[in-house]
């Protein structure tokens, strides 16, 4: 039984060395051949398809529809938009050779894929009658890393995006504000990570956008991760593209647009967040194995076929491990993958028509009647996920701070780390300042932050609001 | 009414000029804007969604797990099967360039994934309890082409490519046909697209393949379509990627391995085939919209939603068209997009409790109860299904033909065209002649062909099976 838990690192001694670990030994995925490059194995895939169909869903009753664009864009189409070129042109890989010729124009592999999509806008919007145009695709993009961390930082990346127009300003900024809402509850209602809904600074955000709204999350060590990015692209995508509509009365104007992501990153900040010295732990919602059992002889295969079917009828996904690998090595590789129950099935249990279960987040163990465990597995599962969520939620409370010295701020991230609220000029040069001192950036202006009367942590001018400050991944 | 269709060109008249017209009018796709290069809108791309659906749970029921590699394939990796490399070298599409600098080592965007899978099997299997490895992904691909034929040649297509790894040749070849099978089920039984199945002559064979299993449709202007096709890879790739396990006698050996793969082209195939003059016609098992209901008037709005409510109960996809547009503009524009049946709605209609139907394949319109509509619909939809499948099989039986001379042969190829059975001696050197002299090239051997004693068609010499010949797409 030590055996496989002796190999994996320790979330508590070095969470980087154990994520690395965790990410490989649980067969989420693995290195690519080429530097900076990740292949998703079939358990971390089911994470990104289940993530898949619960978005999916929420964004096609919004009335939002599934297209596909060319993953090739000419670097003349890229650089229209001059902040949009300027923040992704170090990050390209660039296509100059196609079927043994050298091309007139060099390709850009998508970064993203505002500048191709909106050469076709212009093209098939004419009149208010065609608005708002609602489109998201599924797909593949590319963004140089020459260090890969798994997950969180790869060359290659699996998202969807987002990309919509409207005839005002106020419907654009409403579907931002909707795209965002949307990610919150993928967070925090299926990955049980509760996040901060925010604004980016205008350092930070979407490079050509009017401004970006942002789900922050907390990981274990004190460092935010940016989960997913809501963006309000104002007029400057479709002055450049000439993406014009003739409104009711008769006049020609330019569309107001959004765009908005998630990512295969995302998946990153789940395994960070709820794992221990085992190894993963899944919230039951997204996990691919919701139960595993585990027959501990061969003589009580008729029952675990039974129980199996009578779960599987309410719905729980589950598999019975029957390979031939000892008990303690089954027990220790479920607990790796996170399999939020584990079910153990021997003579005694038949004898008595119980099951003993044991809970993957709170090590629990007991033995109930097998009927009790089929009718109360739902709410069981329901109580982990929310377990889940709760104990992350009373963690980023503890590593919130509010800071009132830049003394004190310095303290807190050089310490234990966290998000820490502090008022600021909202000048870039204290920001880079602050930056280049503490590690820490702003994360976001909090959606439900007041307007105060007080002064810059760094630079004693002015300041009106509280940002969030926090080391990034 | 009349101004629709006086601008959809003529299936009856030039069917790829018709093509053309229809693919980009009832919008399934876009030119994008690098040549070759081709934008799947959403009414296209949900076809592409449905055939994702109904492929994937086929596959998932047989063990298959989806994953997904990177796309970038580094030049050496392709390099390792000869024969794979020299029949895809043509077609690639190179990155050169990555985070502003020279790569070192070129790397290849994939147009089909055997050499970046295979590096990792290696990684992977190691004993027979590895096998077998099933798995697939669902992902873009680039064989270069500067010629788009929408949806049938483009530079970039989607796909799903299946790749499976096997202790024995029998286990392989037995997963190959399952595939092939799984083909014939999604073109017959969805897409209501009769087809042929066979294997590929050497010639025409994957590149690297021990052999090709082939489903070959026939298109209205009797030319075939290669829809999809399943690969026994023998040992070809698992010698030169080193993918060995030990086997339960504990002996090191290399495993057999299977490829196989359905692409967005197959969608233009289901274009092709189903269409008239007034525009698509969709088999309704995978059309996005299966039922569109008209109301006539703006008074009979609430008898609308129950007969669209009821409608939908039962699980049929439907959509009511309350645009502004004027009645002969919605009656075109969905006749256009193929939708299977329109239903009419006015003041006459609710005053008898009936409503009108029109069916899109006969244009058969008549008026029933519209509690009928509703318990009949599923049956309705079915035989239209079932009738355009028929349709195409008479089609198809009348333009096979078998030939018993040369000079027959050359006759049907610059005429009628269509499938031609013919002996054939397998030598490559008659199989060239006969493609540079008609255009026709072996389709396949099909799978029921038995074998024969009598002289190829072309040269005399002994031949001992009938072939199948067509020019292809």
């Known amino acids: 039984m030590a055996f496989v838990k002796k190999e994996l690192k320790k979330k508590s001694e070095n969470i980087s060395d154990w994520y690395n670990d965790v990410v490989l030994k649980a067969e989420l995925a693995d290195y690519g051949p080429v530097k900076g490059t990740m292949v998703i194995r079939p358990y971390g895939y089911a994470l990104w398809e289940t993530t898949q169909q619960i978005f999916d869903k929420m964004i096609k009753a919004a009335g939002v529809q599934n297209a596909y664009f060319p993953l090739f864009i000419p670097m003349s189409l890229l ?32 970064p993203t894929s505002e500048t191709i999509m909106y050469s076709m806008f212009a093209k098939w919007i004419q009149s208010h009658r065609d608005l708002p145009l609602l489109l998201n695709q599924w797909c593949n993009v590319v963004r140089w890393e020459k260090r890969t961390y798994l997950f969180l930082r790869t060359t290659e990346f699996l998202w969807q995006e987002g990309h919509t127009a409207h005839a005002t300003h106020d419907d654009a900024i409403a579907f931002a504000n909707k795209a965002h809402e949307w990610y919150r509850q993928v967070f925090e209602e299926y990955f049980a990570m509760p996040v901060i809904l925010g604004r980016k600074s205008a350092t930070e955000q979407f490079a050509g956008a009017a401004f970006s709204l942002t789900v922050e999350a907390l990981m274990p060590d004190g460092k935010s991760l940016q989960s997913a990015t809501s963006h309000d692209l104002g007029q400057n995508f479709s002055k450049v593209f000439d993406i014009q509509f003739s409104s009711k009365d008769g006049k020609r ?50 029952y675990v076929a039974r129980v199996k079917e009578a779960l599987v009828a309410t719905g729980v996904r589950v598999l019975v491990d029957e390979s031939d690998d000892s008990m303690g090595r089954k027990f220790n590789k479920w607990e790796m993958k996170g399999v939020s129950v584990r079910i153990e099935i021997g003579e005694k249990e038949v004898a008595g028509e119980t099951v003993t279960i044991i809970l993957r987040d709170t090590h629990e163990k007991k033995q109930i009647q097998w009927k009790e465990c089929v009718t109360q597995m739902d709410s069981l599962l329901n109580e982990i996920q929310q377990r889940l969520f709760d104990k992350q939620k009373a963690f980023l409370d503890r590593h919130t701070f509010t800071a009132y010295s830049y003394e004190e701020f310095k303290k807190i991230m050089s310490t ?21 001192e503490t590690k820490a950036t702003t994360r976001c202006l909090p959606l439900d932050a007041k307007e105060e009367k007080g002064v810059c942590i760094y630079c004693g001018k002015p300041a009106y609001h509280r940002w969030i400050f926090g080391q990034s991944y």
Chains 1, 2 share one sequence.
């Open 79 to 110: 650089a229209k938009e001059k902040k949009h070129v300027e923040g992704f042109s170090p990050e390209l890989a660039v296509v100059t050779h196609g079927g043994g010729e050298k091309l007139a124009e060099p390709l850009a592999v998508r």
């Open 416 to 436: 234990t780390k966290g998000f820490i609220h502090a008022l600021w000029c909202e000048d870039a040069t204290c920001e880079k300042a602050i930056k280049d």
């Open 253 to 302: 104007e330019y569309v107001w647009q959004t765009s908005w992501g998630l990512s295969t990153r995302a998946l990153g900040g789940l395994f960070l967040t709820h794992g221990d010295d085992d190894g993963l732990i899944l919230p039951p919602k997204i996990a691919p194995i919701q139960v595993v059992i585990v027959p501990i002889t061969k003589t009580v295969d008729a």
